[in-house]
Antibody, heavy 124, light 110 residues
């Protein structure tokens, strides 16, 4: 049974750095074709992809946010950590982590298991 | 940067067929995945690799992809299908491959 759970602060101040942890079970991030990704959703708005780390420790970032994001994994702890610097009120959103499985037809991923999300509010 | 375009809303009566489109430049050359999201819940994968269904997803959900348009089709629509639907691809056309989501379509069951 695959599960993912996001954890981190519910409230951060502007200019602070956000650190979110995704703790997962039921799969190994050392398995070929697996990844874990972070996706966020501002209230009432669409999904926005942030970052992804795969079994081979390759990392991919949103073009518009890559200067602020760092993703890392601890395979022994079954955790993936996302840091986002210089937080702003527009970063207020529900942050999801999701397991990705490699597509059969291209080198991309789809997200077959999601955490329940954690709401992060940026406010002074 | 690759853009996926979805209609903001689609309305359909119960028992009818809903078709939600996802437009992108030569999207037919990419693998398209679809998610259903109900209010207050995390997204759920309903179709992957254009037309495959995860276990537990009803056969009423199907997908197709050709040319510049991918389509999620929901047959015999039920009230419980009312949700937001998102398409997603992997864009490897640049030096920095990345995930792209469409803007989402709200399906209303009349």
């Amino acid at each position: 049974q695959v599960t993912l759970r996001e954890s981190g602060p519910a409230l951060v101040k502007p200019t602070q750095t956000l650190t979110l942890t995704c703790t997962f079970s039921g799969f190994s991030l050392s398995t070929s074709g697996m990844c874990v990704s972070w996706i966020r959703q501002p209230p009432g708005k669409a999904l926005e992809w942030l970052a992804l780390i795969d079994w081979d420790d390759d990392k991919y970032y949103s073009t518009s946010l890559k200067t602020r994001l760092t993703i890392s994994k601890d395979t022994s702890k079954n955790q993936v950590v996302l840091t986002m610097t210089n937080m702003d009120p527009v970063d207020t959103a529900t942050y999801y982590c999701a397991r990705g499985t490699r597509s059969s037809y291209d080198n991309g991923y789809y997200f077959d298991y999601w955490g329940q999300g954690t709401l992060v509010t940026v406010s002074s | 940067s690759y853009v996926l375009t979805q209609p903001p809303s689609v309305s359909v009566a119960p028992g009818q067929t809903a078709r939600i489109t996802c437009g992108g430049n030569n999207i037919g050359s990419k693998s398209v995945h679809w998610y259903q999201q109900k209010p207050g819940q995390a997204p759920v994968l309903v179709v992957y690799d254009d037309s495959d269904r995860p276990s537990g997803i009803p056969e009423r959900f199907s997908g197709s992809n050709s040319g510049n348009t991918a389509t999620l089709t929901i047959s015999r629509v039920e009230a419980g299908d009312e949700a937001d639907y998102y398409c997603q691809v992997w864009d490897s056309s640049s030096d920095h491959p990345h995930v792209v989501f469409g803007g989402g379509t709200k399906l209303t069951v009349l």
